[in-house]
Nanobody, 122 residues
Framework: QVQLVESGGGLGQAGGSLRLSCAAS????????VGWFRQAPGKEREFVAS????????YYAASAKGRFTISRDFAKNTVYLQMNSLKPEDTAVYYC???????????????WGQGTQVTVSS
């Protein structure tokens, strides 16, 4: 069983940057792909970015491509989401989750963290 804890959210300004962390417990974390998702008020949870279990493959939503970077540190059992050029529409609760591959939507990912709030002011 993998347990995930997100951190790094907070208040950011448009054009600024935030880095989210997804820390995992469990020896099998390195065997899973990891995805970042977000959910804004009144909207469905949507895919943001994912990284393969070895870290060699990444995939981004169109809204994140060119602005966000996903990476993982195996020594720290942590996956990061570097968010640059923030926009007010990035405001949401961000979640990380494990999956068998980098593809798929929320239903394809298993263990979820509790989420971290990101608010971007204009």
């Amino acid at each position: 069983q993998v347990q995930l804890v997100e951190s790094g959210g907070g208040l950011g300004q448009a054009g600024g940057s935030l880095r989210l962390s997804c820390a995992a417990s469990g020896r099998t974390f390195g065997s899973y792909a990891v995805g970042w998702f977000r959910q804004a008020p009144g909207k469905e949870r949507e895919f943001v970015a994912s990284i393969s279990w070895r870290g060699g493959s990444t995939y981004y939503a169109a809204s994140a491509k060119g602005r966000f970077t996903i990476s993982r540190d195996f020594a720290k059992n942590t996956v990061y989401l570097q968010m640059n050029s923030l926009k007010p529409e990035d405001t949401a609760v961000y979640y990380c989750a494990t999956g068998d591959s980098i593809w798929g939507g929320p239903a394809d990912f298993g263990s979820w963290g509790q989420g971290t709030q990101v608010t971007v002011s204009s």
